[in-house]
């Protein structure tokens, strides 16, 4: 079965850190680009970033110079580091592997930011 998996989700206070992680079967990952979603209360899911094998990464402009997307292709896991967090962050965000056809998700992981 595949695995993609979230976590480091969490509760912060504006101005402060989070670093989420999605760990993916070796399958998938050593051939995919990796990106990061998310999805606040009555809105639709949003492109946040991505990062493809070889290194290469994309951000939505309101993260840009606040996150940053990694992968450890040793761990088979791809990272957003989220920094200077504002309210306006606070959604549900997804992992996603993307081979074109299929794409794969995680479950979501929940960040709320504090004003």
């Known amino acids: 079965q595949v695995q993609l998996v979230e976590s480091g989700g969490g509760l912060v206070q504006a101005g402060g850190s989070l670093r989420l992680s999605c760990a993916a079967s070796g399958s998938i990952f050593s051939r995919a680009i990796m990106g990061w979603y998310r999805q606040a209360p009555g809105k639709q899911r949003e492109l946040v970033a991505t990062i493809t094998r070889s290194g290469n990464t994309n951000y939505a402009d309101s993260v840009k110079g606040r996150f940053t997307i990694s992968r450890d292709n040793a761990k088979n896991t791809v990272y957003l580091q989220m920094n200077s967090l504002k309210p306006e962050d606070t959604a549900v965000y997804y992992c996603?592997?993307?081979?074109?056809?299929?794409?794969?998700w995680g479950q979501g992981t929940q960040v709320t930011v504090s004003s």
């Open positions: 996603n592997a993307d081979l074109r056809s299929p794409s794969f």
